[in-house]
């Protein structure tokens, strides 16, 4: 990134106070995949970009090129995603999103696929009457872009194709194990062949076609457990957001 300025539609993913008025802020941008960025002034009480500056918020931008970060100098809403603020449950599902994405990425360059998914998954998650099938899918999807897709029709360990029965689903290995292979074997966890039938569908059909899913509250709580090992083993350490997004979940009931 040679340029001395850039033009850039963004996601704001988090910020922190740099300095008596400043803020640093991390963004996934439709251009340039992720960046860091500051923004000069921000927190007095005159500014005209704080309100544009905010996470969750898609934005344009202009960046001017600074020492350390590119320095944001013109911002502009996109989409605000309001409808986010009046429900927790909605907010949960979306820091759940944001953060997923931010663990997972680097500042490597453009991935315009990412940033569509993001911004899709922002959109579905904030105005569809159920998040749950948006946030399973955008993981799924997630697993894909970013190179860890696991391997749900042969066993990972013998090669045999999966029969309709109960299996394993091994993290280590990035997919499932028969039951003759996943007995025993480390970082493994049963999985229903109900569940897997979905994770299966979600894994190779449209969203409009994964949302045609009608899953039981046993599988939901299944897949969605069976997701969170996985993504708690690459990256080695568990998420912030599910226990918040329990929690809020919790009180709704």
């Not at 320095?71 to 949960?92: F, H, K, S």
Request: proline share 5%; with cysteine; hydrophobic share 40%.
């Amino acid at each position: 990134m040679a340029e001395h300025s850039l033009r850039v539609e963004a996601v704001v993913l988090r910020h922190n106070d740099w300095g008596e008025a400043d803020r640093l802020l991390s963004l996934y941008t439709r251009e340039q995949g992720k960046l860091r960025t500051i923004a000069k002034g921000v927190r007095r009480m005159r500014s005209r970009k704080a309100g544009h500056l905010e996470p969750f918020t898609r934005v344009a931008l202009m960046l001017a090129r600074g020492r350390d970060f590119w320095i944001i100098t013109q911002a502009e809403t996109v989409d605000a995603y309001l409808p986010l603020g009046e429900d927790l449950v909605r907010i949960g599902y979306a820091a759940y999103v944001i953060e997923l994405l931010d663990r997972f990425t680097y500042e490597e360059g453009e991935n315009r696929a990412l940033y569509s998914l993001l911004v899709d998954t922002l959109g579905r998650v904030t105005h569809e009457p159920d998040p749950f099938l948006a946030v399973r899918y955008y993981e799924m999807r997630l697993f894909d872009l970013v190179g860890f897709r696991p391997n749900l029709f042969e066993c990972m360990q013998c090669g045999s194709v999966i029969k309709p029965q109960d299996q394993f689903f091994s993290a280590e290995r990035g997919g499932v194990l028969c039951p003759k292979c996943g007995s025993g074997a480390p970082a493994t966890r049963p999985v229903s062949m109900q569940t897997l039938k979905f994770m299966r569908h979600f894994q190779r059909s449209s969203y409009p076609e994964a949302c045609r899913a009608v899953l039981s509250p046993s599988v939901q709580a299944e897949m969605e457990s069976l997701h969170q090992f996985f993504i708690t083993y690459l990256l080695e350490r568990a998420l912030n957001t599910p226990a918040f997004l329990r929690e809020v979940r919790g009180k709704n009931k």
